[in-house]
């Protein structure tokens, strides 16, 4: 299961990555459009469906990065992000997910799940090969393009695969990535569900941290 993120933008972020050092300090002072959303605990979208928002504290640094560049070029459909994303420079989106990323150095996670996968999960995520990209306990992806998705909110991976499965589903929903619309292609969404159920009830280095002005 490559990247509940980014394959067609690896190349680009990767450059990005290497050119501008993101500074968690300034990402800090930048996150007032984020954490009306992602900082607020039990937060629902509500459009086009609802699910709970990602978790990105904790989240790989390069992931962020280029998940917010695909919002930038429209490679993701969600005019919300999309509206926040054109608004920033690379150097904000580098800040920002600096300072997204810190939280996850703080969590230890186990090398392998402590929730074995009940047999029919397994074979779909053999199926998907899904530990090929984000590690045995899929905290570990072998890229920080990639995302970790160990213990996200399975509602959120349910309509993330549903989206990279349906890339042209509409104006408000879709994701352009070639290698993750082939994995999700191939399981019914039924599947995609228990895929997304058992991923989600992981250990996980992922957190809602709520600001302390809210608190």
């Known amino acids: 299961m490559i990247g509940l993120g980014v394959v067609v933008a690896f190349a680009t972020s990767a450059v990005l990555a290497q050119d501008i050092k993101g ?14 959303c992602h900082n607020i605990i039990g937060y629902q979208s509500s459009f086009p469906e609802v699910y709970k928002v990602p978790m990105i504290s904790g989240q790989n640094a390069g ?54 996968p009940s047999s029919e999960v397994a074979a779909l995520l053999q199926k998907g090969a899904c530990v090929s990209c984000h590690g045995e306990n899929f905290s570990k992806p ?35 990535n070639g290698i993750m619309g082939g994995v999700a292609s191939q399981f ?10 058992y991923i989600g009830s992981l250990d996980t280095q992922l957190q809602i941290v709520p600001e302390s002005r809210f608190r």
């Open 23 to 36: 500074d968690a300090a300034a990402g800090a002072q930048k996150n007032a459009m984020c954490i009306g």
């Open 142 to 176: 072998i890229s920080e393009a990639y995302p970790k998705i160990a213990g996200q909110h399975p509602d959120y991976l349910y309509v993330a695969l549903k989206a990279y499965k349906n890339p042209n589903e509409g104006p408000y929903s879709g994701r352009a």
């Open 63 to 116: 992931y962020i990065d280029a998940a917010l560049h695909e919002y930038k070029s429209g490679e993701r459909k969600f005019p919300t992000m999309r509206g926040i994303a054109i608004s920033l420079t690379d150097q904000d989106v580098a800040n920002l997910a600096a300072y997204y990323a810190a939280d996850g150095k703080k969590i230890e996670v186990p090398e392998k799940p402590a929730k074995a």
């Open 188 to 197: 019914s969404n039924s599947e995609l569900k228990a895929l997304a159920n």
